[in-house]
């Protein structure tokens, strides 16, 4: 199998974890994940729970992120990405037809230092993948908002908003306030 970022590279048999293997890629460092393999050593080494799973402090300039679309190394169909997180910009390929997944050089790191290393996963699921959108969204809109009136500004109206939130009358205090 060819290496699907680049593309002439052989991929080796490589271990991302005791007990869990993949084909990587001795160029740009990335692993070809198989998913029935990843659930198998989840369930044996990690059982039910995450307790397990340690957060690792990483350097975001050591994790590659590959934007161009990428072909399965092993059924050549066109691999489909999935955001990580909204804090970061990494995307996941994935192959929905060989259920295999290539993680870029550092990205295996990252879902552990997220603590998703024990549920890579979710992040392929449409609920995730809307969490995701979500978040980016309201981050954006938070960042508009400071933008517009300012760092102090936006943290007082934060303070207020919990404040509000916590009121049982809250929409009578909203009545009020907005009243002219």
């Not at 005791?18 to 460092?29: E, T, V, Y």
């Not at 198989?34 to 659930?39: F, K, M, P, Q």
């Not at 295996?108 to 392929?124: A, E, T, Y």
Request: with cysteine.
């Amino acid at each position: 199998m060819k290496c699907p970022k680049c593309k002439t590279a052989d991929l080796y048999p490589t271990k991302l974890e005791q007990g869990l293997s993949g084909m990587g890629c001795n160029d740009c460092a990335g692993v070809f994940v198989s998913l029935l393999y990843y659930r198998d050593w989840a369930e044996r080494f990690l059982g039910d729970s995450a307790e397990g799973e340690q957060a690792e402090d990483i350097n975001i300039e050591d994790v590659d992120n590959t934007h161009s679309a990428m072909n399965c190394p092993k059924c050549s169909r066109m691999m489909t990405k999935y955001r990580v997180s909204s804090e970061h910009d990494n995307r996941l390929d994935l192959c929905t037809n060989c259920d295999e997944a290539w993680l870029d050089k550092g990205e295996w790191s990252l879902l552990k230092s997220l603590k998703l290393g024990s549920k890579m996963p979710l992040v392929f699921t449409e609920q995730w993948q809307k969490q995701v959108r979500d978040q980016v969204t309201e981050n954006a809109r938070r960042q508009r908002f400071i933008e517009s009136v300012g760092a102090d500004v936006a943290e007082e109206a934060d303070r207020i908003r919990e404040w509000l939130n916590a009121q049982p009358e809250r929409m009578q205090v909203l009545q009020y306030l907005t009243y002219e």
